[in-house]
């Protein structure tokens, strides 16, 4: 089992910044990918941005150019800074990770509760 925790989240102005971690515990040998996705009201959950144990990432069109995602592997701990942010970006944003383990279902995907990010004037 892995606990994902986030912090960092809270009220902006369009235009600001904000910077969300996320550190894993628990069973948090042979984590593979970590990353953030977002869910508004009535909105599907959708990728923001995710990293592999190597360091490859990707990110959603929308957020490309304004957010990075970067990875303490040691710390088990993933970041998300948003700059530049719009109103659109209004979510609740949750941190991902996922596992390999020694038996079904092989891949194990791990959830935080989720913080919220209002971008608003």
């Known amino acids: 089992q892995v606990q994902l925790v986030e912090s960092g989240g809270g009220l902006v102005q369009p235009g600001g910044s904000l910077r969300l971690s996320c550190a894993a515990s628990?069973?948090?040998?042979?984590?593979?990918?970590m990353g953030w996705y977002r869910q508004a009201p009535g909105n599907w959950r959708e990728l923001v941005a995710r990293i592999t144990s190597g360091g490859i990432t990707n990110y959603a069109d929308s957020v490309k150019g304004r957010f990075t995602i970067s990875r303490d592997n040691a710390k088990n701990s993933v970041y998300l800074q948003m700059n530049s942010l719009k109103p659109e970006d209004t979510a609740v944003y949750y941190c991902?990770?996922?596992?390999?383990?020694?038996?079904?279902?092989?891949?194990?995907?791990?959830w935080g509760q989720g913080t919220q990010v209002t971008v608003s004037s």
């Open positions: 628990g069973s948090i040998f042979s984590i593979n990918a």
């Open positions: 991902y990770a996922n596992r390999v383990t020694g038996s079904r279902p092989y891949v194990e995907d791990y």
